[in-house]
């Protein structure tokens, strides 16, 4: 897993900075109801990162009360000078709140990272007992996939020993379900600036990102050298195209 108190100054540039975090806010803001009229709203967006997806939550929803939380120190700041008074470092395992408060969780790009599906399930657990009836929890699926985009890199990758998907649609509807929550929707948006490029491929694979195969195994050299032959070395593949999925607590009588 990536250092992210390491990748902070970095993170942003080297993930789409401005034009993903649009993509993926509109996608979600698309996905979160209407605020009950007379009450004002809470959203709690997990693993915010440097905040550049939940400053534009934020902005978008002016009526909504908008909280970012991350674990790493360094994005937690990055992420509080954005939304200063409005970040906090937390666990996503255990969350700070009490019960039935928010209105809205989100976790855009989290769900991937957890070691198992233990950690899955209490993230997806703390998501439902902190939802209020008719609260909604949306979250990225299957990411690792999404990279696939049949790409000639992709041919190449295609035999490479892969970690188990963590974050597996399937997998985290039946935690949801398991919790309460109902599917609520699906929406989906491209990861602007994300498309491979055989050389970046080559250094990531090196680093052990996107397989099981540790840095310095003979496959991993025989994989770089198959990626190193193709044509276009710097010329970026298309975007993966990331899924969302939301769930809802349902009220009471509906």
Do not use: N
């Amino acid at each position: 897993m990536l250092d992210y108190d390491r990748e902070a100054d970095a993170y942003d540039s080297s993930r789409g900075g401005e034009p993903r975090a649009e993509a993926a806010a509109a996608a979600v803001l698309g996905l979160v109801p209407d605020l009950v009229p007379g009450r004002p709203g809470r959203l709690l967006d997990l693993a915010c990162g440097t905040g550049i997806v939940t400053r534009r939550l934020a902005a978008a929803r002016p009526g909504l009360r908008v909280t970012g939380a991350d674990l790493s120190p360094a994005m937690a700041r990055r992420a509080a000078a954005r939304l200063p008074g409005a970040v906090l470092r937390a666990d996503s395992r255990r969350l700070p709140c009490a019960d039935a408060v928010l209105d809205a969780v989100t976790s855009i790009w989290l769900l991937h990272l957890l070691t198992g599906p233990a950690d899955v399930r209490a993230v997806v657990a703390e998501c439902a007992r902190v939802l209020r009836p008719g609260g909604v929890y949306v979250t990225t699926v299957d990411k690792a996939a999404a990279h696939d985009v049949g790409s000639d890199i992709d041919a190449v990758l295609a035999a490479r020993p892969r970690r188990p998907a963590r974050d597996a649609a399937d997998a985290v509807t039946a935690h949801a379900a398991g919790q309460g929550l109902v599917p609520a929707g699906r929406a989906c948006f491209r990861g602007v600036g994300q498309g491979r490029s055989p050389r970046d491929t080559i250094a990531d694979l090196r680093r052990g990102w996107f397989t099981m195969l540790p840095p310095g195994d003979p496959r991993t050299e025989e994989l770089a050298a198959r990626l190193a032959r193709l044509p276009d070395q710097d010329r970026r593949r298309p975007d993966p195209v990331f899924r969302l999925r939301a769930y809802r607590r349902p009220a009471p009588g509906a």
